[in-house]
Nanobody, 128 residues
Framework: QVQLVESGGGLVQAGGSLRLSCAAS????????MGWFRQAPGKTREFVAG????????GYAPSVKGRFTISRDHAKNTVYLQMNSLNPGDTAVYYC?????????????????????WGQGTQVTVTS
């Protein structure tokens, strides 16, 4: 059974940091792009960060660029999202996702519809 399991969410004060992890099991996603998305109450799910299969291409939503960093560890079949300088606007459920459309692609998608597998999400709450 293919699973993506996020962890590392929690409650943090503004200006603080969290590191989210997304561990994959059931298959190896090393050849595929991965992404992080988030959904705040009453809002649609939005792209946060993406990484291609080998980490050579990464990208971020304008609202998190310069504060968040996406990375991956093939040996652990895990993707990370380091989040620094958090603010209350970052409060949301964060989801990781895997895009199986192409193997070895040089890019990642910013569209949620392109991702086939999703984790259950982890809550991040930032207080002021």
């Amino acid at each position: 059974q293919v699973q993506l399991v996020e962890s590392g969410g929690g409650l943090v004060q503004a200006g603080g940091s969290l590191r989210l992890s997304c561990a994959a099991s059931g298959r190896n996603f090393a050849s595929h792009a991965m992404g992080w998305f988030r959904q705040a109450p009453g809002k649609t799910r939005e792209f946060v960060a993406g990484i291609n299969w080998n980490g050579g291409s990464t990208g971020y939503a304008p609202s998190v660029k310069g504060r968040f960093t996406i990375s991956r560890d093939h040996a652990k079949n895990t993707v990370y999202l380091q989040m620094n300088s958090l603010n209350p606007g970052d409060t949301a459920v964060y989801y990781c996702a895997a895009d199986l459309t192409y193997a070895g692609a040089s890019y990642y998608s910013t569209e949620a519809s392109e991702y086939e597998y999703w984790g259950q999400g982890t809550q991040v709450t930032v207080t002021s």
